[in-house]
């Protein structure tokens, strides 16, 4: 799966003031990426607000990225759940021709024992047509998948290619990548642990801050896979700040705001999440204007 090496970045979806879809600036967002060397485009990932977009709006995501992205980069479509059923019906009747891979999470909520996670994978791995990438992600699952649950399931299915491991633990990491299998890829789902994860030997990041400053991003995750140390730590250090800032009053509040800057979309979102305060929003437009020149 070389084509989900480097950077790939987990797009917002825009909405108007009105809060419906806003698709004239989710096209904009989608030739931004492509045009600053995204090397592929997450689409209705947790950072899309896909909880909260009915079925209707979810086709409309899909129509509106396939034909802003017009096959430049490869596209992966969040596919997860806590009913694993409802993931396998999805995976079995909808037409995944567009995209590379599904991204599917680790059930949250009902909190399963690792051999449920392992249950509720092999199940999807049984239905999905198309290569899918684990999505381990306990802040927001409230359970870990533990390394050996994650080498079991890369180990029997071939069709399980990669993982985004977000837990934040660079050990735990580490230990899937010295005992994985050839060709599995360890994808960062971490933005601030992403370049010791691709120098330990993983394979770059599904990205927040890369969609704000893709230039930036996916030059550091550039050098780093090009173990050119030094510079990518550079970068690294110049967007350390800007990390921290989108994530200090929740995803996907901050790099809307961002947007907001940059002039590519309202900062508006959809309840239970509400923007940034006014002190967070200053300091992000201080390090726009820093980073992006």
């Known amino acids: 799966m070389h084509s989900l090496i480097g950077t790939g970045v987990a797009l917002i979806t825009p909405f108007k003031k009105d809060l419906s879809v806003d698709t004239e600036a989710l096209t904009k967002i989608v030739h931004y990426q492509i045009d600053n060397g995204i090397d592929y485009l997450v689409v209705l990932g947790t950072t899309a607000e896909t909880a909260t977009l009915t079925s209707e709006e979810k086709e409309l995501v899909i129509k509106t990225v396939v034909k802003a992205n017009n096959k430049k980069l490869p596209l992966v479509l969040g596919v997860g ?10 995976l079995k009747t909808r037409d995944l021709s567009d995209f590379t891979a599904v991204l599917s999470v680790s059930p949250y909520y009902n909190k399963p024992t690792q051999e449920g996670i392992y249950q509720h994978f092999k199940a999807i791995a049984e239905a999905s047509p198309i290569p899918i990438i684990l999505y381990n992600v306990p802040g927001r699952t409230a359970s870990n998948m533990l390394p050996s649950t994650v080498l079991r399931l890369a180990n029997e299915f071939k069709n399980i290619v990669a993982i985004k491991e977000a837990a934040g633990d660079i050990v735990q990491a580490m230990k899937l990548i010295q005992h994985k299998p050839e060709g599995f890829l360890v994808i960062s789902g971490d933005d601030m642990v992403t370049l010791p994860m691709v120098l330990a030997g993983g394979a770059g990041v599904i990205s927040v801050i890369g969609e704000g400053f893709p230039k930036q ?77």
């Open 217 to 293: 991003f996916s030059t550091m995750v550039r050098l780093g896979l090009e173990r050119k140390v030094d510079e990518a730590y550079q970068i690294h250090y110049q967007v350390a700040d800007a990390i921290d800032m989108i994530f200090e009053q929740g995803n996907p509040a901050g790099i809307k705001e961002i947007f907001h800057v940059l002039g590519l979309c309202e900062n508006t979102l959809r309840l239970p999440l509400v923007n940034v305060n006014e002190d967070l929003a200053n300091r992000i437009r201080q390090s726009v204007k820093k980073n992006v020149n």
């Open 81 to 90: 759940g806590n009913n694993t059923y409802q993931v396998v019906e999805e």
